[in-house]
């Protein structure tokens, strides 16, 4: 579901950044933060925190049209995106 309109974005005829980040804003954002008040105790173990941020980081990416190898927190800055 997260990956679909990926494969869209890359071709000329796909989806545009402002699309990609109305979805991301919309859509996955509020199910990523979906009943996180019960399962905030969770974030205290690493492999959840990466679970976590990899999402919004895949999303950074592809709005920015960047290269994998930027840091999270440029990509937020480019995209105009709050940090995770």
Do not use: H
Request: aromatic share 8%; glycine share 6%.
């Amino acid at each position: 579901m997260i990956f679909s309109p990926s494969k869209s974005a890359e071709s000329n005829w796909g989806t545009q950044d402002a699309a990609i980040k109305s979805i991301y804003t919309g859509a996955i954002l509020p199910l990523l933060l979906y009943g996180a008040p019960i399962w905030y105790k969770a974030i205290d173990i690493c492999s959840n925190k990466i679970k976590l941020k990899r999402v919004p980081r895949l999303k950074n990416i592809q709005i920015a049209k960047a290269y994998r190898t930027g840091s999270n927190e440029a990509l937020c800055a480019l995209t105009g995106l709050t940090p995770s």
